[in-house]
């Protein structure tokens, strides 16, 4: 039995090319030639059958024969922002993982004690989605650039359940697992996860002013890439569709 292999391509339905890059892992990779089944996806929920076409050094074409349009597998919209760790390569990690599990939506803050301050998006969303294809998701989160937490905070709409996890035990937390069980269907979550250091009491009481609800992911103390993961698993078991 061939393996079915996945691309993603933006806009399927409407064109009848590969990208170059996918093109290229296509034909040079994969060996694909005319004739040969592939499946595509467009990152906004739609998988498609599709037959090579006409394949040569540069250029794979296809042909659509079955448009497949599944469920997500989780409800509400899952917004999830950190602040990035100095090592990038723990962001990666967290991408391609949260990805995997399933969420909606990943922005970057810069805050006071950030030991980062730029994040190069091109290499999220590559990483994005690499995971999307790997776990064979037709939904691609959204990938934000770096934004000062203040300027964050302000924007985020008062009608999505805003949560800022903290460490600090002398401001009141509430269980995010908790908060979660009480939200309905449809509706938007955004987390928000500090830096290494942790978000700055005053960042904390600043959110918590704009709407924002103090949680505790647990009992653990947690580095930052895997209280970011964390969160986003509670929220995708949830908010799953059984």
């Known amino acids: 039995m061939k393996e079915v292999r996945y691309f993603y391509v933006p806009n399927a339905g409407e064109v009848s090319e590969l990208p170059q890059e996918e093109a290229t892992h296509a034909l040079r ?88 301050r730029v994040v190069r998006e091109d290499r999220i969303e590559k990483i994005v989605v690499s995971a999307m294809k790997q776990s064979r998701k037709p939904f691609k989160p959204m990938v934000n650039g770096m934004c000062p937490m203040t300027d964050f905070v302000a924007a985020q709409s008062k009608n999505a359940h805003r949560f ?36 700055s009491v005053e960042e904390v009481q600043q959110a918590m002013e704009a709407g924002f609800v103090s949680v505790s992911l647990g009992a653990s103390r947690l580095r930052t890439e895997t209280a970011a993961l964390s969160a986003v698993m509670m929220a995708n078991l949830v908010f799953r569709k059984v």
């Open 164 to 199: 800022i996890a903290h460490c600090y035990d002398e401001i009141e937390k509430k269980d995010f697992f908790d908060e979660l069980r009480q939200i309905d269907d449809n509706e938007e979550v955004i987390i928000m996860i500090g830096p290494e250091g942790d978000f």
């Open 29 to 116: 990779v994969l060996r694909l030639k005319d004739g040969d089944e592939m499946f595509l996806m467009d990152g906004v929920g739609a998988f498609y059958r599709a037959t090579v076409m006409m394949a040569n050094n540069k250029h794979c074409f296809y042909q659509i024969e079955e448009t497949i349009h599944p469920e997500k597998t989780w409800r509400n919209r899952i917004h999830l922002t950190v602040a990035p760790t100095k090592m990038i390569e723990r962001m990666e990690w967290l991408a391609e993982k949260a990805t995997e599990v399933g969420f909606d939506e990943l922005s970057f803050l810069d805050c006071r004690f950030s030991e980062r």
